[in-house]
């Protein structure tokens, strides 16, 4: 079982940029689907953004062209870039692991980490 330990988060203000990383124990990262989900107070987690095994991207309509995600396959790392940072993105971070395929449906994410907060002030 693939271990996730996230780290990075913090306080900013609005406008503001941030980078979540994301260290997996699996031998096996580079054949891994990983995401990034979040959960504000009150509201159910959410995904944000996920990356397949060769790079490709899905993200949510909210943090297109704000937020990036990349991987380092022979670090076994996943990276969220966070800019343009609102208060609305205020919520707990975590990083997850899935399947090798289908990396934009968020129910196939079944691995999670410990989460990292991120919070955006006005």
């Known amino acids: 079982q693939v271990q996730l330990t996230e780290s990075g988060g913090g306080s900013v203000q609005a406008g503001g940029s941030l980078r979540l990383s994301c260290t997996a124990s699996?031998?096996?990262?580079?054949?891994?689907?990983m995401a990034w989900f979040r959960q504000a107070p009150g509201k159910e987690r959410e995904g944000v953004v996920g990356i397949s095994p060769d790079g490709g991207i899905y993200a949510v309509d909210s943090v297109q062209g704000r937020f990036t995600m990349s991987r380092d396959n022979a670090k076994n790392i996943a990276y969220l870039q966070m800019n343009s940072l609102k208060p609305e993105d205020t919520a707990m971070y975590y990083c997850a692991a899935g399947p090798s395929t289908g990396c934009g449906w968020w129910l196939r994410y079944n691995t999670w980490g410990q989460g990292t907060q991120v919070t955006v002030s006005t």
């Open positions: 699996a031998y096996d990262f580079r054949q891994k689907c």
